[in-house]
Nanobody, 125 residues
Framework: QVQLVESGGGLVQPGGSLRLSCAAS????????VGWFRQAPGKEREGVSC????????YYADSVKGRVTISRDDAKSTVYLQMSSLKPDDTAVYYC??????????????????WGQGTQVTVSS
């Protein structure tokens, strides 16, 4: 059974940091690109960052570029999203998903599936 499970969310003050984890099971994660997405209340889901198979490439949305680093450890079947300099606008439920494309942004944010249940990130003082 394919499963992606996000964790690491929480309440953090503006300027703080969090590391989100996306744990994969039921498939060989090294054969898939993985992306992080987020959805704030009343807004559409948006792509945040993605990492290609074998970490051959990464992509960052302009809204998080310079503040976020995506990485993967296929031995642990986990993809990480290190976030720093967090802003209230980063408040959202964060999801991870997989994509069979070799390069994670080959088709933009299309082609992602097997969504996890999400982890809440709240940035507030």
């Amino acid at each position: 059974q394919v499963q992606l499970v996000e964790s690491g969310g929480g309440l953090v003050q503006p300027g703080g940091s969090l590391r989100l984890s996306c744990a994969a099971s039921g498939f060989t994660p090294g054969q898939w690109s993985v992306g992080w997405f987020r959805q704030a209340p009343g807004k559409e889901r948006e792509g945040v960052s993605c990492i290609s198979k074998s970490a051959r490439g990464t992509y960052y949305a302009d809204s998080v570029k310079g503040r976020v680093t995506i990485s993967r450890d296929d031995a642990k079947s986990t993809v990480y999203l290190q976030m720093s300099s967090l802003k209230p606008d980063d408040t959202a439920v964060y999801y991870c998903a997989r994509n069979p494309a070799y390069y994670c942004f080959a088709n933009g944010w299309r082609g992602y599936g097997s969504w996890g249940q999400g982890t809440q990130v709240t940035v507030s003082s």
